[in-house]
């Protein structure tokens, strides 16, 4: 009888998830602060060169890493949640079903795990938005959160606890929207291109498909989120009166303003999340399990 394949536990399925989000964050957040920048300011940046020059010019080079607990934060939570609960539907896929999950699958799983993160992150995106884009208001405006837990108390006690999950809807609809694109054609890109390319090769390729995938279907439910949460007071009743009041006063192409810096971010955190979870979970198979197969992913 062949022994039971021993199985990676579910908490570990969470906690490589989290720290695959964590250590592609270290290097990408500097991306990621100027794409905030640049969705928040009405015209005050020409280009994402124009934003980087800036910011290093008035605030300093480590600027670039204004905002990096909360996005830390979000990562150990939001990461955390939408990876883990993924690896969980594809393996109990492949446990019930031969074979991989069709195109349908994969986009109804990331639909799920993108759902069960976005709720657990909403406050930790919060703080990040607002953290990020403090240093361009005005000294008497801003909020000088000292970092993401005391951003959290204070946003509970100034405001209420429920205005944590301010935004919420979008960034649901958005965790959606970007995790049935970036995880199914993940899933769905290694396979098609697993017959010419394997391993890192393989890897890295599908990850940058998916990431440009990505971008380009979620660039305009983002910049709504960002309006939303960085709004002083009822600018835009919610998602689609953002969308249609951009569209109206900026342009349609202003759905997706910022389009590079946010594509060099997704892009790259796309292919190290995908990188540090597929090898996190190849170690723990290999040094724990002594299973020598890789992630189902």
Same mark, same amino acid.
Not at 107 to 132: D, F, Q
Not at 181 to 190: F, G, N, R
Not at 236 to 259: H, Q, R, S
Not at 260 to 272: A, E, K, N, Q, S
């Given at each position: 009888?062949? /022994? ?48 980087? *020059? ?18 830390? #934060? ?15 539907? @594809?393996? #109990? $896929? ?7 999950? /069709? ?15 976005? @709720? +657990? ?23 000088? $959160? ?25 960034? +649901? *609809? ?61 600018? $835009? ?8 009041? +951009?569209?109206?006063?900026? *342009? ?46």
């Amino acid at each position: 009888i062949m /022994p039971e394949k021993k199985e990676v536990p579910n908490y570990i399925k969470y906690i490589n998830g989290g720290l695959a989000g964590m250590g592609a964050t270290c290097i990408v957040h500097p991306l990621d602060l100027v794409k905030t920048r640049m969705q928040v300011g009405t015209g005050e940046y020409k280009s994402a060169f124009d934003c980087i *020059g800036k910011v290093l010019k008035s605030e300093g080079i480590l600027a670039f890493y204004g905002g990096l607990t909360a996005g830390l #934060m979000r990562q150990a939570t939001y990461t955390t949640g939408r990876m883990g609960f993924y690896q969980m539907e @594809v393996d #109990m $896929y492949h446990k019930n079903h031969e074979g991989s999950p /069709p195109v349908w699958a994969s986009m109804a799983m990331g639909i799920m795990a993108g759902a069960v993160g976005a @709720v +657990v992150g909403n406050p930790a995106e919060v703080a990040l938005i607002r953290m990020m884009s403090d240093n361009r208001l005005p000294p008497g405006e801003r909020r000088n $959160y000292k970092n993401v837990v005391d951003a959290f108390a204070r946003i509970a006690k100034e405001e209420g606890v429920p205005a944590l999950w301010k935004g919420c809807l979008p960034t +649901v *609809g958005r965790a959606m929207v970007v995790n049935m694109v970036q995880l199914a054609s993940y899933s769905q890109l290694k396979v098609a291109i697993a017959p010419y390319v394997s391993g890192l090769a393989q890897h890295v390729s599908a990850a940058m498909m998916s990431g440009l995938l990505t971008t380009i279907c979620s660039m305009p439910l983002d910049m709504a989120k960002t309006r939303i949460q960085n709004q002083k007071a009822g600018e $835009y009743k919610g998602t689609m009166d953002v969308l249609a009041k +951009v569209a109206k006063n900026e *342009g349609i192409p202003a759905l997706w303003k910022g389009f590079v810096p946010y594509l060099c971010r997704v892009g790259p955190h796309t292919v190290f999340s995908f990188l540090f979870l597929e090898n996190l979970t190849k170690a723990y198979k290999k040094y724990v399990l002594n299973d020598d197969s890789g992630s189902n992913l």
